[in-house]
């Protein structure tokens, strides 16, 4: 199984941008799925968290600006990034929880992808 993460790039302050992570490999189950941030020379943050059923959680740093949502049948996170601002930039990382075919339960991650704000 594998996380494939794009829609990352370079924008200006105030702008949007929409991240997908999309899951894919042999038959699994997902549950909860989540976008985290790491900026140069700091600690991987958590971003937002959703659950198989759709509720979510967010830092409170983007709250009010970013939407996570999810698409169950294709196996599918997004991130919707508003009003991004220069603090907003990082490399930003898709995980899943995943249980493939006959496998425990694991933490997936995505290869991750950059965004960039311009201020």
């Known amino acids: 199984v594998q996380l494939q993460a794009s829609g990352g790039g370079l924008v200006q302050a105030g702008g949007s941008l929409r991240l997908s992570c999309a899951a894919s490999?042999?038959?699994?189950?997902?549950?909860?799925m989540a976008w985290y941030r790491q900026a140069p020379g700091k600690q991987r943050d958590l971003v937002a968290t959703?659950?198989?059923?759709?509720?979510?959680h967010y830092a409170d740093s983007v709250k009010g600006r970013f939407t996570i949502s999810r698409d169950n049948a294709k196996n599918t996170v997004y991130l919707q990034m508003n009003s991004l601002k220069a603090e907003d930039t990082a490399v930003y990382y898709c995980?899943?929880?995943?249980?493939?075919?006959?496998?425990?339960?694991?933490?997936?991650w995505g290869q991750g992808t950059q965004v960039t704000v311009s201020s």
């Open positions: 995980n899943a929880n995943i249980r493939p075919m006959n496998m425990n339960w694991g933490e997936y």
């Open positions: 490999g042999t038959t699994f189950s997902i549950s909860a």
């Open positions: 959703i659950t198989s059923a759709g509720t979510t």
